[in-house]
Nanobody, 126 residues
Framework: QVRLVESGGGLVQPGGSLRLSCAASGFTLDDYAIGWFRQAPGKEREGIGCIANSDGTIYVVNAAKGRFTISSDNAKNTVYLDMTSLTPEDTAVYYC???????????????????WGQGTQVTVSS
């Protein structure tokens, strides 16, 4: 059974950093693309970026570049989202999602992800 579990969320002060983890089970991460998404209160869900684990290619949306980094530890079957210089506008529920790596850009493989995690709350506040 394919399962994704996010962790690492919490309360952080503005300017702080946080690392989110997405632990995968039931499948081999090597064959999958994993993406990070977030949904703030009253807003639509938005994509942050993704990684194609077949070749390690990473894509991050322009708005997140320079502050958010995606990485993967295939031995641990875990994908990470490192966030720095956090602002209150980053407050949201963060989700990871996955689907089979189609060999092209991870954003294409994740156009409609087959599996989603339950989400982890990130709150940026002083």
């Amino acid at each position: 059974q394919v399962r994704l579990v996010e962790s690492g969320g919490g309360l952080v002060q503005p300017g702080g950093s946080l690392r989110l983890s997405c632990a995968a089970s039931g499948f081999t991460l090597d064959d999958y693309a994993i993406g990070w998404f977030r949904q703030a209160p009253g807003k639509e869900r938005e994509g942050i970026g993704c990684i194609a684990n077949s070749d390690g290619t990473i894509y991050v949306v322009n708005a997140a570049k320079g502050r958010f980094t995606i990485s993967s530890d295939n031995a641990k079957n875990t994908v990470y989202l490192d966030m720095t210089s956090l602002t209150p506008e980053d407050t949201a529920v963060y989700y990871c999602a996955g689907d089979r790596d189609g060999g092209g850009p991870c954003s294409v493989s994740l156009a409609r992800p087959a599996s989603w995690g339950q989400g982890t709350q990130v709150t940026v506040s002083s």
